[in-house]
């Protein structure tokens, strides 16, 4: 988590999309706002055992030259002793060589900062060296999430402590000015036998006096400086490029992960080798895989922070670690630009989450992560709370996650075949080469791969990107007769007409044309209108037609047409939990306390109803969970049995799903099916048969909310899948011959 937005995945942010509020890095002098600073010289010391930072750093900062003042900020827990203006040899300051200066401080209440606005000599020339000693403690011990997905980071402005260290940019341990882009020199002292990374190589290390010494070099402009440390096994290797470049990649993990190093190392150089050729060169010279001591998955320059449980349970996927590594080019090497929309992570999870299983030839996977995307933002995003991706600026729920990484990185994925792919990988080399090192917004995306394809793409940057909403399409009727070609040959013309519920838009849409002897799928215009009507030709006779199957272009799915899935529940208005159990200590009454939890700070119509077994009327409307053990097979049954029909069949001592048979007390399963009588709703089970086989799924269950059913056996997925509908036909009516 960072104040800046540099490669971080799933922070937890507290500014607001108006940019940093009054009085943060700005001083009371005209020009201020340009003052920044060019690089950092820090020097040190970290007690673990009680909390305490000791600093000193030489920052060079570039300021107006008839600034009188330039304001930092650095955390409000840190003592600011000194600052002192450190003369160059072209200067005059007498008769010491460093100024003692004055400043005042005070404190920013969102988000919690210390103001330091230090009073300049009259005569500078722009550019000034200030030697700050300062010390204190940062000690906010990282909190679970406060939202239902479980697998979160947690949450922590930063911490120094005996279970480990994690200092980020908005720790703010360091004196900065907002918006600055510097390069670091960091000294940096710890306990006898712990280890510290932070970005950029290490230079030099030395132990002394029961204190561990490194000096660490980052000569690449960087928005911001996250330090770690804790005590680690290390493994590292040097792995070269196809292009020859040398990579260092190491992983530092705690002892009970460390036989996990090789696994992660070679999966890091597999996703070094597939994303150079199409980012170009890596932009550092190390990459390491970094254990953490709390829930994280966090993405910084040269390497990545994995909580421990993400370690152990291999978390090497291209949505997990390669979406970390391509950070290192989006977001960690090309900036977002400070106070305009974030494209940065609709770009990666455009990259890893979805591209990557188009680049393994997985067509089934990446079938999968479109209609993830797509039913995300039907699910979490109402209409009435829609907002334009160049608002996005960071996830702070749901929302955010399906309009900021979904709808961008489909956005990505319509770009690419607007202006075709040649241009558009073209085109993404060149933006990344381009703004190395710099910070880029969406205005500067349009202009470059406006220029590599020669189009001109205003309008679809101002409807994809600058205005919210998405279509939501239905096929009207659809017609054909046949008729005598151009080349005397028979041919079926036909008339389809699509309709848009909503706001419309203006796109090409896929219909797939299903024939007596064969498919065909054709991309037709639709206009930003209420009907539009396409005309296509077929070479033999049409009997139905669908609109998009595969999913290939970004619209609203209606809650009726949705995948039944856990996430259905999750966000229904209506929403009833039935515990299904007896004892007060079973696991799945963890599930309805976190529930409860999550769902204090709601207003009362939208809480959700706990109901118990035994008895217990269901209501006819809204979504229900129902959470049970093989004891409670008579309350389960019927409600299986009504809205999920021959797909499940729940035994006491075992339940058939999707033709296959699981029988054991190490069993559980959680399904999803549409609620009968209930359009728009579902049934949610979490069926067990001991307090084993779902207590490790009841603290994840919410991870587990896209699939229609998941197996469990002893906690770990044995198998998942969905209960997929056919996508909506329109049969074709046929015409006389004319």
């Given amino acids: 988590m960072s104040i800046r937005l540099y ?121 000034v060296t200030l030697a700050w000693t300062y010390r204190g403690i940062i000690d906010d011990p990282p909190k679970e999430p406060r939202h239902l997905r479980f697998v979160t980071p947690s949450e922590t402005a930063g911490h120094i402590g005996p279970e480990g260290v994690y200092l980020s940019g908005e720790s703010q341990w360091y004196p900065d000015i907002e918006g600055s882009f510097s390069t670091f020199r960091l000294k940096v002292q710890v306990p006898d036998s712990w280890t510290v990374v932070t970005q950029g190589h290490q230079e030099a290390g030395t132990v002394s006096g029961g204190r561990v010494s490194s000096m660490w070099v980052v000569p690449e402009r960087s928005e911001a400086l996250t330090l770690v440390a804790n005590t680690f096994v290390t493994k590292s290797r040097t792995w070269t490029s196809r292009g020859g470049q040398p990579i260092e990649l190491a992983t530092y993990f705690f002892a009970d992960n460390a036989h996990l190093a090789d696994e992660y190392l070679d999966a890091t150089a597999t996703y070094l080798d597939a994303y150079i050729p199409i980012l170009g060169e890596f932009p550092f010279d190390r990459f390491s895989v970094v254990e953490n001591f709390f829930a994280s998955g966090l993405g910084m320059p040269s390497f990545t922070l994995l909580g421990s449980g993400s370690i152990q349970r291999h978390y090497i996927q291209p949505y997990a670690l390669g979406h970390e590594i391509v950070h290192s080019w989006i977001g960690n090497s090309v900036f977002n630009r400070a106070g305009h929309g974030n494209w940065v992570e609709g770009l990666t999870t455009f990259l890893a989450n979805y591209y990557w299983h188009e680049l393994t030839h997985d067509d089934r996977q990446a079938f999968e992560q479109r209609r993830m995307m797509l039913e995300g933002y039907s699910v979490y995003v109402d209409p009435e709370q829609d907002y334009p991706v160049a608002r996005f600026v960071t996830k702070s729920d749901e929302k955010d996650n399906a309009i900021g990484y979904q709808k961008s990185a489909f956005v990505f994925h319509q770009l690419r075949r607007e202006i075709g792919d040649d241009a558009f990988w073209r085109g993404l080399k060149v933006f990344v080469g381009q703004y190395r090192n710099r910070p880029a917004d969406w205005r500067n995306i349009e202009a470059v791969f406006a220029q590599e394809s020669r189009h001109d793409l205003r309008s679809f940057f101002e409807q994809w990107i600058e205005r ?19 080349d005397g040959r028979p041919v079926w013309e036909m008339t389809i007409r699509v309709r848009q519920d909503g706001p419309t838009f203006r796109m090409p849409v896929p219909l797939k044309i299903v024939m007596k002897n064969g498919v065909e799928t054709k991309w037709v215009p639709v206009e930003a209108s209420v009907e539009s009507t396409a005309h296509v030709s077929v070479s033999d006779q049409p009997l139905l037609v669908q609109l998009d199957p595969e999913l290939t272009i970004f619209r609203r799915i209606a809650r009726s047409q949705l995948t039944p899935m856990l996430n259905g529940y999750a966000t229904d208005r209506t929403r009833t939990v039935v515990g299904a159990f ?5 696991p799945l009454q963890r599930i309805i306390t976190r529930i409860a939890d999550q769902e204090a700070r709601l207003s009362d119509s939208r809480k959700t109803q706990v109901l118990s077994g035994g008895g217990a009327t269901i209501p006819r409307n809204g979504s229900v969970l129902v959470l049970a053990g093989a004891e409670q097979k008579s309350i389960v049954d019927p409600i299986a049995a009504e809205s999920c029909g021959d797909f499940v069949r729940l035994g006491e001592e075992g339940f058939r799903v999707d033709g296959e048979t699981y029988e054991g007390t190490e069993m559980a399963v959680l399904l999803t099916c549409r609620r009968a009588h209930a359009p728009g709703s579902v049934v949610t089970i979490l ?35 969905l209960w997929q509908d056919e996508p909506e036909m329109k049969e074709v009516r046929i015409h006389a011959t004319q």
């Fill in 468 to 486: 919210g909403g998405a279509p939501s399409l239905s096929l009207g009727a659809a017609d054909a007769h046949l008729v005598k070609g151009n």
């Fill in 7 to 127: 490669g971080i995945c799933h922070a937890i942010v507290a500014l607001l999309l108006t940019g940093v509020p009054a009085g943060l890095g700005i001083a009371a002098s005209s020009g201020q706002e340009h003052s920044t600073v060019l690089s950092h010289d820090l020097d040190i010391e970290l007690i673990p055992d009680t909390h305490e930072l000791i600093g000193r750093d030489h920052v060079n900062a570039e300021v107006p030259i008839d600034a009188a003042t330039v304001a930092f900020s650095i955390a409000p827990t840190l003592h600011v002793e000194s600052v002192a203006l450190i003369a160059r040899m072209d200067q005059k300051y007498e008769p010491d060589s460093t100024l003692e200066l004055t400043f005042t401080t005070d404190t920013v209440s969102v988000p919690s900062s210390q103001r330091v606005v230090i009073t300049l000599p009259r005569a500078h020339d722009g550019q």
């Fill in 582 to 586: 007896s004892d007060p200590a079973s």
């Fill in 687 to 721: 069926y067990g048969f001991s307090s084993a086989a779902v207590e490790k799924v009841s603290r994840f269950l919410f991870y587990y909310g896209w699939q229609s059913y998941v197996v469990f056996r002893n906690g770990t997925v044995v198998k998942r899948g």
